[in-house]
């Protein structure tokens, strides 16, 4: 069983910045690839970057490129978002989901947190 347990979300005027992170248990975090996705109230849930077992791979929901990084620090069991540039509409409930099988689809999530962009 794998746990992921996300931080740093809070509420920032738009323009500025916030970094998520997502610890995650489990062995073998290593192996997996990892994701962000995000809900805003009253919509379905969104993809916003994914990132590769090794870290060199990326990619990026297109509203988001430019203005997000992903990245994992695999020593530490963790993947960040480092979120600059923000925007009222980035403002939602951010999820961290592990892809730990391999399938391309997310076996794992984290309880979500809440980032709030004021205008």
């Known amino acids: 069983q794998v746990q992921l347990v996300e931080s740093g979300g809070g509420l920032v005027q738009a323009g500025g910045s916030l970094r998520l992170s997502c610890a995650a248990s489990?062995?073998?975090?290593?192996?997996?690839?990892m994701a962000w996705h995000r809900q805003a109230p009253g919509k379905e849930r969104e993809f916003v970057a994914r990132?590769?077992?090794?870290?060199?791979?990326?990619d990026y929901t297109d509203s988001v490129k430019g203005r997000f990084t992903i990245s994992r620090g695999n020593a530490k069991n963790t993947v960040y978002l480092q979120m600059n540039s923000l925007k009222p509409e980035d403002t939602a409930v951010y999820y961290c989901a592990a892809d730990a099988r391999g399938r391309g689809s997310y076996d794992y999530w984290g309880q979500g947190t809440q980032v709030t962009v004021s205008s």
């Open positions: 489990g062995r073998t975090f290593s192996t997996y690839t």
């Open positions: 990132i590769s077992w090794s870290g060199i791979n990326t």
